[in-house]
């Protein structure tokens, strides 16, 4: 699979506005990127913290991901993302050594990159995505 790094750590938020302020205004961060991905009904927004990324996610339907994540769970860590070479390949290695997939081939996430997730039954409760620069 060849993790090479941490690619972000993704974080469901009731509000967009509201929590930029907070990680600009108390953490001194600086928002570089919003951006809302339609087919994930997610709207996102992305800061540096070193090398790693911060995503914050807000939900532009109740029946997307992030909006069925909050109603059960609320506000918090909603995955990790781990920088891989290639997405699709990652995945089907994983899904060789046993674990369960959400994707079976990457798509499209946010800031272009290929992306595709695990299930959290098979990672020890942990939402995982992988992540890999488009080939494109």
């Known amino acids: 699979m060849n993790i090479s790094h941490i690619e972000h750590l993704g974080i469901a938020v009731d509000n967009l506005e509201e929590s930029i302020a907070y990680y600009e205004k ?12 339609v087919d994930q009904k997610v709207k996102t927004a992305f800061f540096m913290v070193g090398s ?5 996610l807000e939900n532009t339907s109740p029946d997307g991901p992030i909006g069925k994540f909050i109603a059960k769970k609320g506000q918090g860590i909603h995955h990790i993302a781990f920088a891989v070479e290639n997405a699709t390949k990652a995945l ?45």
Do not use: M, N
């Open 26 to 37: 108390v953490l001194g961060l600086t928002c570089y990127s919003i951006e809302e991905v």
């Open 52 to 56: 790693t990324k911060i995503e914050l």
């Open 92 to 136: 089907q290695v994983a899904e060789e050594r046993g674990v369960q997939l959400i994707d079976k081939v990457s798509r499209k996430g946010a800031e272009g990159l290929d992306i595709g997730f695990l299930h959290p039954k098979s990672t020890l409760g942990v939402l995982t995505e992988l992540c890999s620069k488009s080939k494109q």
